[in-house]
Each structure stands twice: as structure tokens, then as C-alpha cells.
């Protein structure tokens, strides 16, 4: 049953989980991420792109690994690899400007926000980047930035990465925060490690915030999260 509530919830944390995809940014179309390796290769190399994609292609499957671990194999630089995705973002990737809010604010109030998603690193420069939350070099905003193959070797496919990610960060999920849009990977993986308190975005409904039966705060807008959510030292 959905419960709203006439008063904002309340919910204390020093460290804050977040997202990316469909929570701080949308991207209208994400084979930008191959496009840029791709071009990155032919650019190293001096090679045209049916040579680049051959080359990539005897080296790692991009579709279904981290091309990170492979970039020295491909004889391209992580920067040059990096500049080439930021620059091939900005015309596909946009920002929810709640979420942006949300953690610059976050950000100055003392917590620790991280990474919780599926992406490599790269791909999470570059949608901050498009977000105006970083460039090349990683984001001000995070405490650290990483890539979901970084935490668990299958991403947030289950509780596993969220075990994983509690133990890389050294945080006990009762002092956590997650914020995400999938009911799955967001919410129901995170509570099934422990992180109790969890934040869905869901824009298009007409309260502010409900409580769902699944235990999720859902809320209209991120942006009223910093009104409810209380920093504490533990």
C-alpha cells in the first residue's frame, strides 16, 4: 500500500550512495561510449575506424566487459581516452537539474557521496562531466569515483556489489544512504545489504514524497532531499 506522508521523513547518514543513469543523468543515446573509444584507436594508431573497430575487437569485447583494463592492450592513454568520451557526452547525455542540486548541496553539507552504478569509470566522467559535476580528472562532489567493475566484477546485478561497495568504502550501511531510480537494482539490493534508507526519484507523480509497501522513499523531485536527509558524525 502507498503511504503518504503529511510530513517529510527523516533520515540521518554521513556517506550518500548515488546512481547515475536515469538519477542524475539521461542519455539519449549511449553507443557515444564506443564511438568514442573507437575514435581514440583510429587516433592512436593513425588507423580508420573499420581498422579501429577490428583492432578493439581482437583486444576485448566492449559490449559486455570494462574497456578500462584493456586501454594499455589498445595502445591508447587513459587521459586521451577520457577526453575523447567527455567530448563525445555533451551532445547525448542531459542532467536532471534536481539531482544536481541535490548533490552540490549534499556535497557542502559534509556528506560522503559515491558512486552505485553499472558504468564504468569512464562513462561516469563523462555523463558528471555533461552534468558540470567534473571533467577529465573526476568530480569534486565524490568522495572517490569508480567504476561498477571496480566494486563487483558483474556491477549492480545484486546484494553482492553493495556488499562489495560498503567494504571498499569501510561504512556500515546503517550510516548509508542510497538514491537510485530502479526499485530492483536500487532498493531492493541495497536492503538486502543492510542500507535500509533508500530514495527513488520518481518525477512524475504528484507528491512530493510517498512510502512505498517496498519500503522506498519515492520522492518528485530530488531537490527536497536535503530537507529531510540530517548529516551525522558517527
Known amino acids: ?121 569512464g562513462a561516469c566522467v563523462a555523463k558528471l562531466s555533461a552534468a558540470g559535476l567534473g571533467d577529465v580528472s573526476g568530480s569534486p562532489f565524490f568522495a572517490e569515483l569508480f567504476g561498477g567493475a571496480q566494486v563487483s566484477p558483474e556491477g549492480k546485478s545484486g546484494p553482492t556489489f553493495y556488499h562489495a561497495l560498503l567494504k571498499r568504502i569501510d561504512t556500515d550501511p546503517r550510516h548509508v544512504v542510497m538514491i537510485g531510480d530502479n526499485p530492483q537494482a536500487d532498493l531492493a539490493y541495497a536492503k538486502a545489504a543492510g542500507i535500509e534508507q533508500v530514495i527513488l526519484p520518481r518525477r512524475e507523480q504528484p507528491q512530493p514524497w510517498i512510502v512505498e509497501e517496498d519500503g522506498g522513499i519515492y520522492v518528485d523531485s530530488l531537490a527536497v532531499v536535503p530537507e529531510f536527509l540530517e548529516f551525522r558524525r558517527c
Open 1 to 121: 500500500m502507498t503511504k503518504a506522508i503529511p510530513d517529510p521523513p527523516h533520515l540521518t547518514a554521513h556517506t550518500v550512495l548515488i546512481d547515475v543513469d536515469e538519477t542524475i543523468t539521461h542519455t539519449r543515446d549511449d553507443s557515444f561510449l564506443y564511438g568514442a573509444l573507437r575514435d581514440a584507436v583510429a587516433s592512436a594508431h593513425g588507423i580508420d575506424a573499420t581498422q579501429a573497430d577490428r583492432r578493439i575487437r581482437d583486444v576485448c569485447d566492449p559490449n559486455n566487459e570494462d574497456v578500462e583494463p584493456h586501454l594499455a592492450a589498445l595502445g591508447i592513454e587513459m587521459t586521451d581516452y577520457l577526453h575523447a568520451l567527455v567530448e563525445a557526452a555533451r551532445p547525448h547525455v542531459e542532467a536532471y537539474a534536481d539531482a544536481v542540486a541535490m548533490i552540490r548541496s549534499l556535497h557542502e553539507t559534509g556528506f560522503a557521496l559515491y558512486p552505485a552504478t553499472t558504468n564504468g569509470r
